[in-house]
């Protein structure tokens, strides 16, 4: 199975700051890559796919971005809205695997 | 616009079982691939099953295969999940997704809010 380390699993920043969320995969995996933003009580909402495709109606603020093992999602200027945990998927091969998340947190 | 409905979720009691249905909406349900995933209570997310458009190919994670069966009938517009021999670890939120494609791959582009599972004596 293809392990996604992401790191950090938690960080906290201010408004306006520039966030930066990478993941690892245990192999090369091209750019089957899948960023997904989770808030609260809700289902996971899709942001990037192929590592750095914005998925439709999502704002240019979030980009992705890599190849073959090493991914980075960055929200170039975090608004209140964005508060959340963020989720990598590679889809590479099954089982499809995420990884761990990371908690985006108010500073 | 897509919206999957997940319900039959629970409580019960270790080795018995429950089935999960997923109602889907605002896409050809036929021309899609669609995945379960699960979240245990405060954890990440976990790839369960996944079936082909039109239910030839199944796949599963490891810890599942031989209790879970994921199958959909495209006349109805349904995905399911039959969970037998219910484990206290198969505890979690399960997500009916829609699989989209990126021209050459297929990753899990909609999702739905969940049903949650217990398994609990």
């Known amino acids: 199975d293809i392990q996604m380390t992401q790191s950090p699993s938690s960080l906290s920043a201010s408004v306006g700051d520039r966030v930066t969320i990478t993941c690892r995969a245990s192999?090369?995996?091209?750019?089957?890559v899948a960023w997904f933003q989770q808030k609260p009580g809700k289902a996971p909402k899709s942001l990037i796919y192929?590592?750095?495709s914005l998925q439709s109606g999502v704002p240019s603020k979030f980009s992705g971005s890599g190849s073959g093992t090493d991914f980075t999602l960055t929200i170039s200027s975090l608004q209140p809205e964005d508060f959340a945990t963020y989720f990598c998927q590679q889809y590479k091969s099954y089982p499809l695997t995420f990884g761990g998340g990371t908690k985006v947190e108010i500073k | 616009q897509v919206q999957l409905v997940e319900s039959g979720g629970g409580v019960v009691q270790p080795g018995r079982s429950l089935r999960l249905s997923c109602a889907a909406s605002g896409f050809t349900f036929s021309s899609y691939g669609m995945h379960w995933v699960r979240q245990a209570p405060g954890k990440g997310l976990e790839w369960v099953a996944a079936?082909?458009?039109?239910?030839?190919?199944?796949y599963y994670v490891d810890s599942v295969k031989g209790r879970f069966t994921i199958s959909r009938d495209n006349s109805k517009n349904t995905l399911h999940l039959q969970m037998n021999s219910l484990r206290a670890e198969d505890t979690a939120v399960y997500h009916c997704?829609?699989?989209?494609?990126?021209?050459?791959?297929?990753?899990?582009?909609?999702w739905g809010q969940g049903t949650p599972v217990s398994v609990s004596s």
């Open positions: 192999q090369d995996i091209n750019n089957y």
């Open positions: 192929a590592a750095s």
């Open positions: 079936v082909s458009y039109d239910g030839s190919n199944k």
């Open positions: 997704t829609k699989e989209d494609y990126d021209g050459s791959g297929s990753y899990t582009g909609h």
